[in-house]
């Protein structure tokens, strides 16, 4: 059994020596540990530190290409390597590495094929109070989406089989984070948790360079996974309520038309409310036809999990 631990790197020359130092070299379970770093375009000397500290395997992407494409390259490196098992964590030493055995255990005994590693979210410091109302509102999101228990969604720490690594198909160039666990979810692949503890802060997040970019940016990725991922239900629920605002509308139109006797002034809520209803129709409609796309979606991903298999 291989176990390779993967770590997305961009610009990570200082922190870096600092989180290998805290890896391990053997872990239970394992008669191998490796490691290796996604270099993501990085301008410093990232990789001179990686090699100089002994990791095993460099993946370097010409250009910097964000988290989740590096994220992605790694998977795709480390199932190249021959790994059984992947775990993923943060150049900036933020997840306790002590805490892999704890993170793997549950694949080693077959109880499920990722495991993500939930912060305590409530205790860490120098997160602001917005952004871990965002870390929760993320998580209630991705179990809506997901039908998963999972508290920390946006938690980087994270373990996967050989198996899960090859069904995963990450579409989000900002986080593989959320989106990970709700195609798990969907494929259902059998995903847990388990608590793990943190570092003191190394350096500022790289994800958000400011609370209202990180706003802007995690709310785009929440509608952009409801769209995805459940696009029926997202579409239709526009649909529905766009559709009953213009029947209220033509109902209180008739109201005033056949009950009041001075009904001048109401046409312009008749002509609104046929535009709601109309608009309605339209997305309700176009619910349908994304729901018959995500299908055909899901069909394509099985065939390349066929074919992926033959090879």
């Known amino acids: ?84 098992v992947i775990v993923n964590t943060d150049a900036d030493n933020q997840y306790h590495a002590g805490d892999i055995p704890a993170l793997v255990a549950p694949i080693l005994e077959g109880r ?77 692949i059998p995903l847990t948790w388990v608590p793990v503890r943190i570092n003191p802060e190394l350096r500022p997040s790289r994800l958000m360079r400011s609370t209202p970019h990180y706003i802007l940016r995690s709310m785009m990725t929440i509608v952009r996974i409801f769209v995805i991922y459940r696009p029926f239900r997202f579409f239709f629920a526009i649909g529905a309520f766009l559709t009953f605002l213009g029947a209220f509308l033509g109902i209180r139109f008739l109201y005033f038309y056949f009950f009041t006797p001075k009904n001048v002034g109401m046409v312009q809520s008749l002509i609104f409310a046929s535009i709601l209803i109309g608009i309605g129709f339209q997305t309700i409609t176009l619910a349908f036809i994304a729901d018959i796309l995500s299908v055909n979606r899901r069909l394509l991903e099985r065939i390349n999990k066929k074919l992926a298999s033959k090879t």
Request: charged fraction near 20%.
């Open 1 to 84: 059994m291989k176990l390779i631990i993967q770590i997305p790197c961009y610009n990570e020359e200082a922190s870096l020596p600092v989180t290998l130092a805290d890896l391990p070299r053997q872990v239970p379970g394992f008669d191998a540990v490796e490691w290796l770093i996604i270099d993501d375009g990085s301008t410093d000397k990232t990789v001179d530190v990686a090699k100089a500290h002994g990791v095993d395997h460099i993946v370097r992407l010409p250009r910097n290409q964000g988290l989740a494409r590096a994220f992605s390259a790694g998977l795709r490196a480390c199932l190249g390597h021959g790994a059984d």
């Open 112 to 188: 499920a094929e990722i495991v993500i590693g939930a912060r305590p979210i409530d205790e860490i410091r120098h997160f602001s109070p917005a952004k871990k109302s965002l870390q929760k509102l993320g998580s209630w999101t991705v179990r809506l989406a997901s039908n998963t228990n999972i508290p920390d969604a946006p938690s980087g720490f994270r373990a996967m089989s050989a198996q899960a690594a090859q069904e995963l198909n990450v579409f989000s160039n900002y986080t593989y984070t959320l989106e990970m666990i709700i195609q798990a979810g969907q494929k259902g």
